[in-house]
């Protein structure tokens, strides 16, 4: 670093985005974990916004641009804390008794898959003693394809359901995407039957919406090709088979099925062609890009991603015509102020960090990584009798016509190799600048990533890049002029070969499962900064530092990894719906399901913590529990080698299944167990027996309500394991070698809330 230069250039739009992630992080911490950490945390802030006002006010104006941006990035602040916890607080509080009610709402968006179908409902009303509404959404899950769903988005629809609560903490740990999402109820229902029509009351968005996926219904009638364009241009998807959706899924492409940055990058290249060819003027232009792209994410039904998307897109693009330098990290940070200081829960989610990380990752590791590609070329091509030609000096002595041509020649051949060089080292560089940024938090919220996600996207985005436009196109004047089987021929035909191919590459063997460890991941990351050349400390030193926090982010991953592998563990789920406790010994895995249901976050959390995604015997342990269920939700992401399961609904099933093979169970390990209730001893459920590192745990399946204490049988068990807990979950279980009890991080209040569908506990056994 030379003399008199900053350590790093700070931006004021990085620190105003800094003083609302601060304030919107201190919040967090209030509302789930602790009130003391929270005012500790706080004094930090204080003490650092005073420390920065003294040094920017030294020797210049009290108020200038230093100043300012310093006194804007601490009003922000407290803004993301007293936002966060007023939404989190008003959330809770919109909470209903559990029960059934006719509801009517809105439909604001539709989406779904082969066999399901999730309506998002706006304008809730419901009707009891006494009618009262929601600003909230709810969600309502119908057992139907969309396809033929009587109804559309826009109209006002009625049913009668048992209506359930979204909360904010799943299996022990907080969860805010329902909350971020404005979502707030849930309800199930079997047919599309049980929805009454009330009215029609399309806006323009809802009106162009049903326009475009009519003129694809008729032009790529039920097939999965309708799903798969439903899903590029409206988002949501529908008519997709589980397999095909985990073949996408498991090569890292899945996102075209959720409008978000993608689908607005594609819009605003579209955008930015036109205006180019008409000549239009910068601000204009940025006028018409930012009406564009809310215009279509209303189209999309305002959803969360298709308005993060829109506003960063939006902002980038004032920002580029407002000013003659265009920043990007200023764009951007200030694109994810805007989007915070409205959705401030967004920064906990996985769209809004791949978003804006892996934008981040593309602006900061995209030219680094290119000038190595191209040293790399150089290197391995014009050396050892392939040296690269050098331009003689015209200064040595005097030349001849003939000469000077050809060293003018001589050296526009290395212009335009080092040209080509560029290009390529460019188009290599994105792929792995984005993966570089987005690995680390694939594992932390999908427990694994492609391997071949990189490779596949620089090969898919710019097909998909061109087909968008095509089916937006096809399927306006498909609709218009009522020849959608006509103008949709050649999409349905691209789309076709894609899924064919995707399905031919069969991506999910090279879905890596990886453990996520917080430190060395922050560890990482910095080094990535430091790689990016951000920090002004010069090459060589940003060279040393970038390898050495490297090796220790490795280091201290293996030797995580190490500690893990060598360990047992047993982690059990339950969130009101599945309850389940996975046991890892021997580098094998046994899933003990107590309920009969599987949902998207229980697979998620399971993926994350078997080995290999492979599972050596799921045991289904109440007789209740149907076979077909539990496979069906997870045989597309983890491998199963086979099914043990406790007689009832599984009786008459095949001895194969979904081609797993499947078996009754060892009497040595299922143990039926009583429970002392008033009145006597009812037989209540089973257990299953697991001896792991010298210990000896009992397993029990789900118990209902209103039961104290389980009688066990007369083996003495080091730990006793409760997966659907309710009252267990604050008693201690006392047995001869040891009392077993669960352990809570979160603030009591919580804890006591959602404890009933929050009993997730991890044992580690050494």
């Known amino acids: 670093m030379k003399k008199g230069e900053r350590f790093i250039n700070l931006r004021p739009a990085v620190i105003l985005a800094v003083g609302i992630i601060s304030g919107i992080i201190s919040a967090y911490i209030f509302v789930f974990y602790s009130s003391a950490v929270f005012f500790a945390l706080w004094a930090v802030y204080i003490s650092v916004f005073i420390f920065l006002f003294i040094i920017f006010s030294k020797n210049a104006e009290l108020f200038n641009k230093k100043t300012i941006t310093v006194i804007a990035s601490f009003i922000l602040c407290i803004s993301g804390a007293f936002s966060g916890i007023t939404i989190h607080k008003n959330y809770e509080a919109a909470d209903i008794t559990e029960k059934s009610y006719t509801v009517s709402g809105k439909i604001t968006a539709v989406s779904g898959s082969e066999d399901s179908t999730d309506i998002i409902l706006g304008d809730l009303v419901f009707e009891d003693t006494d009618d009262f509404t929601s600003r909230y959404k709810m969600v309502v899950s119908v057992n139907e394809n969309s396809f033929d769903m009587p109804v559309k988005q826009g109209d006002y629809i009625s049913f009668t359901a048992v209506i359930k609560n979204f909360g904010t903490v799943y299996n022990d740990r907080p969860s805010v995407s329902y909350l971020s999402d404005g979502i707030k109820y849930s309800a199930k229902i079997s047919s599309f039957s049980e929805i009454k029509f009330i009215k029609s009351r399309s806006d323009v968005f809802a009106a162009v919406s049903n326009f475009l996926n009519n003129s694809l219904k008729k032009g790529l009638k039920n097939t999965e090709e309708y799903g798969i364009a439903k899903g590029l241009i409206l988002g949501g998807g529908g008519n997709i088979s589980d397999e095909t959706l985990s073949t996408f899924r498991f090569a890292g492409v899945a996102h075209i099925f959720a409008v978000s940055g993608l689908h607005i990058a594609f819009l605003a290249g579209i955008l930015s062609f036109v205006i180019k060819v008409l000549k239009i003027k910068k601000p204009i232009g940025a006028i018409i890009t930012v009406i564009s792209m809310f215009f279509y994410s209303g189209v999309c039904g305002f959803t969360v991603s298709s308005l993060r998307a829109a506003v960063m897109f939006s902002v980038m693009s004032v920002v580029d015509a407002a000013f003659n330098k265009y920043d990007p990290i200023s764009s951007v940070a200030f694109a994810g102020t805007v989007l915070l200081a409205v959705f401030p829960y967004e920064l906990f989610g996985a769209g809004f960090l791949l978003s804006f990380g892996t934008t981040l990752s593309l602006i900061l590791l995209t030219d680094p990584i290119k000038r190595i590609f191209a040293k790399a070329i150089k290197f391995c091509f014009f050396r050892n009798g392939k040296k690269e030609p050098v331009a003689r000096n015209p200064h040595v002595h005097e ?81 218009i002029f009522n020849i959608s089987g006509v103008t949709l021929f050649i999409p349905k035909i ?97 899933l003990i399901v107590t309920s009969e249901t599987t949902d998207f976050y229980f697979i998620k959390n399971i993926v994350k913590e078997v080995k290999d995604g492979v599972i050596e015997n799921v045991v289904v342990l109440n007789k209740s529990s149907d076979v077909k269920s539990v496979i069906r939700g997870m045989k597309d992401k983890i491998k199963i080698l086979s099914v043990s399961y406790f007689g009832g609904a599984n009786t008459d099933y095949p001895e ?21 209730v008033k009145g006597g001893f009812t037989k209540l459920g089973y257990g299953y027996s697991v001896s792991a590192g010298g210990k000896d745990f009992l397993i029990l399946s789900d118990l209902p309500e209103g039961n104290v204490y389980p009688l066990l049988p007369d083996n003495d068990y080091d730990r006793v394991i409760f997966t659907s807990c309710e009252k267990f979950v604050k008693e201690r279980y006392r047995t001869s070698r040891g009392v077993y009890e669960i352990k809570r991080r979160l603030k009591p209040e919580l804890y006591n809330k959602y404890r009933k569908n929050s009993c997730g506990i991890t044992i580690e056994v050494f």
């Open 656 to 676: 194969i299944y979904f081609g797993i093979p499947l078996s009754g169970y060892d009497e040595n390990e299922i143990t039926e167990f009583q429970s002392a």
């Open 494 to 590: 691209f789309i076709r070969l894609i899924r064919i191919i995707m399905w031919r590459i069969n991506a999910a063997p090279l879905a890596v499962s990886l453990p996520f460890y917080f430190i060395p991941t922050i560890i990482f990351y910095l080094a990535l900064l430091f790689f990016s050349g951000i920090f002004n400390i010069g090459q060589k030193a940003n060279r040393i530092i970038t390898i050495t926090l490297i090796l220790v982010s490795i280091i201290s991953s293996v030797s995580y990894t190490v500690y893990y592998d060598n360990s047992v563990k047993l982690k059990t789920y339950y969130d009101g719906y599945v309850s389940a406790t996975l046991v890892t010994r021997n580098d094998t895995d046994i």
């Open 399 to 479: 030349l001849s016509d003939n000469e000077a041509r050809l060293i003018i020649e001589e050296k526009i051949k290395l212009e335009k190799r080092d040209e080509k060089i560029d290009k390529i080292s460019a188009v290599s560089a994105v792929p792995i600048a984005s993966l570089l940024g987005a690995t680390p938090l694939s594992v932390y919220f999908f427990g694994y990533f492609s391997s071949v996600s990189a490779a596949v996207n620089v090969i898919f985005v710019p097909i998909i890049s061109l087909l968008f436009p095509f089916v937006i196109l096809g399927a306006v004047i498909g609709g």
